[in-house]
């Protein structure tokens, strides 16, 4: 299912940008990187079963990558010079020896963690109930007066 939905993009020479489906597997990203040489930026989603990121080494315009979910093989990435942006895990982050590890090799690269604020849907559990309670005082003001 998953190369089905990759095969859709083979004719898209000039793609520059990719966001790989949830189940990504080994072998497609190698074949996906080797029809597609000139991408420059790819995120790796939570899901995916890759291990090996020796693949990534083929793209030379690579300028930004985003592993969401497990950097299985970070040392790889020490080689990835070009890099400009490096999105890893927050259970990546915590360590920090590789962290530090990471910023020496690619001095020139901004790295960040994938997790952290996000205005999903649980800032709505926050706004309905503030929405509300500012109905009600409003209301009380309002009918207050009026009587």
Known sequence: MVEDSLSVLDNLKDLRWISFPFKLSQENLKIFIKKHPEL???TLPSGASIKDFNSLKELKNLKALAVIDTLADYKTLLNLKQLQYLSVPMKFSKDNEK???????????????????CLGSGWFLLII????LMFVIFSFKFYGKQN
Not at 102 to 107: E, M, N, R, T, V
Not at 129 to 132: A, V
Request: overall charge negative; hydrophobic content about 45%.
């Open 129 to 132: 109930p503030f929405i509300g």
């Open 40 to 42: 420059e930026v790819v």
């Open 99 to 117: 962290m530090e590890e990471l910023k020496k090799a690619l001095p020139n690269c901004k790295i960040v963690i994938s997790e952290g604020f």
